[in-house]
């Protein structure tokens, strides 16, 4: 079972920057896709950014252009570098990895608050 461990949230005022890393217990080589999702107060958890092993993204409209996710395989670590942040930001933040394309199998981290706010 893959383990993740997320770090790096915090408080931040808009228009600030944060980066989240997310660290596995095995290779994210020979995982088939990673990625980062948040959920706020009274909202469902929603898509921010995911990769995957042949290097495609996707982002969420709201995020596309301030936020990217990266990764160094040799730390088995995946980012989330979040620049011009805004209030809506403010959400708890998961880290997320999906082992295969071909089976329907999630992980999750802990998870990492990040406050935006003047």
Sequence with gaps: QVQLVESGGGSAQPGGSLRLSCSASLRITSIYAMGWYRQAPGKQRELVATTTLGGSTDYA????????????????TVYLQMNNLKAEDTAAYYCNARPSRFVMRDIWGQGTQVTVSS
């Design 61 to 76: 409209d709201s995020v596309n252009g301030r936020f990217t996710i990266s990764r160094d395989n040799a730390q088995n």
